[in-house]
């Protein structure tokens, strides 16, 4: 079940920083942001920025599970 959850926590964030990264303008530092090197750019951009995100939420996540047996004596 963790590992679904993994999977789909990941694909969210990467869909999100995907339409986060529509915002910014790539022709400052890019030739041709509309060309094929350019697209790719952006979605090993989003890729990476969502899996950053995904992996916070993840490591958040199981942390606070852990927290319950702080109190266990």
Known sequence: MSSMVS???SLICIA???W???SVKFDLWIKNPKGGQGRL???FLAVVLGRLVA???L???SW???LR???VE
Do not use: K
Request: charged share 5%; aromatic share 20%; hydrophobic share 60%.
């Open 7 to 9: 999977m789909m926590v």
């Open 59 to 61: 490591d958040y996540i």
């Open 69 to 71: 047996y702080m109190f």
């Open 55 to 57: 992996g916070f939420l």
């Open 41 to 43: 750019l952006h979605l």
């Open 16 to 18: 999100l920083a995907w």
């Open 64 to 66: 606070s599970q852990l």
């Open 20 to 22: 986060s990264l529509q």
